[in-house]
C-alpha cells in the first residue's frame, strides 16, 4: 500500500514538474535590449564635409616671355626670399628647322648677297683709286699756286674733288658693311639649330627669375627643362603659416552657414581645432561625387582661431573634416536618434512602461547625427529602446541587454 502511495506520489511531482517546465519554456521571455535615457544637456547642430587647408595668398611665378627655362634649382618646401632667391632660369631658345623650299630660297638668297658683298667692294675699291688720284692733284695744284701757276679756280677745283671722293669713300664703306650684314643675316637663318645652343655659364645670355615674395616652395608646375611661352606658371610660393580651411558645402546646407559661425575643425591627425567662417560664396559650382552624383556646392572659408602651435604640422592641401555650428542649445532635452522610427508622418519611440516597450509619438526639433531635440512626447530621465528590432512591439516585454 505504502509503495503504492510513493510510486503515485512520484508520478504525480514528475508530471508537475514537466507541466511547469512546459509552461516556463512556453512563456515568452522579455526581449534583449539596448535602452538610453531622455537627458538635458548642451546640443549642436552642424553641417558636417570634408575640407582642405590651404595658404591664404599663392603667388604663381610665370615665363616673363616665351623661351627655353632650365630645369628648376629649388625643391618643394625650400625657402625662397623675396627679389634674392633665383626660382628659374631660362635661354632663348634654339631656332626652328625650315623645309627644303625655304633652305633653297635662304641659299639663293646668301648668294645674292655674297654677290652684292663683292659689288660694293668693288665700288670701295674703286673710290679709294679715284681719291687717291684726286689727292695728288690737289697736291699739284697747291705747289704751281705757290708759283702762280693755275687759276685760283682750278686749285678749288682740285680741293672739291678730294672732299667728294671722301665722302663717296665714306659712303661705299657704309654699304660694303650693310652688305656684310645681310650677308650674316642670311648665314645665321641657315645654321643648323644644333650649332646654335646658347651656352647656359654666360649669364648675359640668361634670365633670372627671383621670388617675388618670402616663403617656401609649395608646388613645382614646371620642374624639367622644356620650351614654354610666355605666360606659363613655372612655381607655386606661399607662407604655409598663413593657412585657411576651404569646404565646398552642399548648396542646401551652406544656406544655413552664416559668416562668424564657429566650426569644429577634426580628422587632420592631431585634437580638435577651432575655426570661424568669415565668408561664404554668393554663387555655387557643380561637383561629381565619388558616386557620380552630381551636387550644387558652395564654397565656404573658413579661418583658424587655435593658437599657431596646436596646427604649426598642419600644410597646404593637407585633408580635415569641419562642422560648422548652425545652432546651439546650451540646456536641450534630448534623446538620441537611434530610437527615433517613423510611425505613419510623425516620429515615434519605444518607451519603457512598467517593463514593457509602448509605443510614444514624439515631436522633434533640430536634430543632427548623434542626438534630436524632443518639443514634446517624453520627459527628462524616460528610457526609450535603442535601434529597436521588428522583435520589439507595442506592449513587448523587454529587458536590459547584458553590457547594454
Not at 567662417?277 to 557643380?286: D, E, I, M, N
Request: hydrophobic content about 40%.
Amino acid at each position: 500500500m505504502r509503495t503504492k502511495w510513493m510510486k503515485r506520489t512520484i508520478g504525480t511531482l514528475a508530471a508537475t514538474a514537466t507541466l511547469a517546465g512546459a509552461v516556463w519554456f512556453a512563456w515568452p521571455q522579455p526581449v534583449p535590449v539596448d535602452l538610453a535615457a531622455v537627458g538635458k544637456g548642451p546640443m549642436e547642430v552642424t553641417v558636417d564635409d570634408e575640407a582642405k587647408t590651404r595658404v591664404r595668398h599663392i603667388y604663381t611665378v610665370s615665363a616673363p616671355l616665351a623661351g627655353k627655362v632650365l630645369r628648376t634649382p629649388r625643391e618643394i618646401g625650400d625657402q625662397v626670399t623675396a627679389d634674392e632667391t633665383v626660382v628659374a632660369v631660362m635661354q632663348p631658345t634654339t631656332p626652328s628647322f625650315h623645309d627644303a623650299r625655304t633652305h633653297e630660297e635662304l641659299q639663293n638668297a646668301l648668294a645674292a648677297a655674297e654677290s652684292a658683298v663683292t659689288l660694293a667692294d668693288a665700288e670701295r675699291r674703286r673710290i679709294e683709286a679715284a681719291l687717291t688720284y684726286s689727292r695728288s692733284e690737289l697736291q699739284r695744284a697747291q705747289a704751281l699756286a705757290r708759283n702762280n701757276g693755275i687759276s685760283r679756280m682750278a686749285l678749288d677745283k682740285a680741293s672739291f674733288d678730294v672732299d667728294t671722293n671722301e665722302a663717296a669713300l665714306a659712303s661705299a664703306k657704309a654699304a660694303l658693311d650693310v652688305r656684310r650684314s645681310e650677308r650674316a643675316s642670311v648665314a645665321a637663318r641657315l645654321r643648323n639649330p644644333s650649332g646654335s645652343a646658347t651656352n647656359a655659364s654666360d649669364s648675359a645670355c640668361c634670365i633670372q627669375i627671383r621670388a617675388p615674395v618670402s616663403g617656401r616652395v609649395l608646388r613645382l608646375i614646371q620642374e624639367s627643362e622644356t620650351v614654354v611661352p610666355a605666360g606659363a606658371p613655372l612655381i607655386e610660393i606661399g607662407n604655409p603659416l598663413d593657412l585657411e580651411v576651404v569646404a565646398d558645402i552642399i548648396s542646401t546646407d551652406a544656406v544655413q552657414v552664416k559668416v562668424g559661425s564657429p566650426v569644429h575643425i577634426e580628422g587632420w591627425g592631431g585634437p580638435p581645432l577651432e575655426g570661424r567662417v568669415v565668408r561664404v560664396a554668393p554663387s555655387g559650382f557643380l561637383k561629381i561625387s565619388a558616386l557620380g552624383i552630381e551636387e550644387q556646392r558652395v564654397r565656404v572659408t573658413i579661418d583658424l582661431v587655435a593658437p599657431l602651435e596646436a596646427w604649426s604640422s598642419l600644410g597646404h592641401d593637407y585633408r580635415v573634416t569641419v562642422r560648422v555650428v548652425i545652432w546651439k542649445g546650451p540646456d536641450a532635452l534630448t534623446l538620441p536618434v537611434g530610437a527615433l522610427f517613423r510611425n505613419g508622418d510623425n516620429w515615434a519611440v519605444f518607451a519603457i512602461r512598467s517593463g514593457r516597450a509602448r509605443t510614444a509619438p514624439v515631436q522633434i526639433g533640430h536634430r543632427n547625427n548623434r542626438q534630436a531635440e524632443v518639443i514634446a512626447g517624453l520627459s527628462e530621465g524616460d528610457q526609450v529602446v535603442l535601434h529597436p528590432s521588428d522583435r520589439v512591439s507595442d506592449g513587448k516585454r523587454v529587458s536590459q541587454r547584458e553590457g547594454g
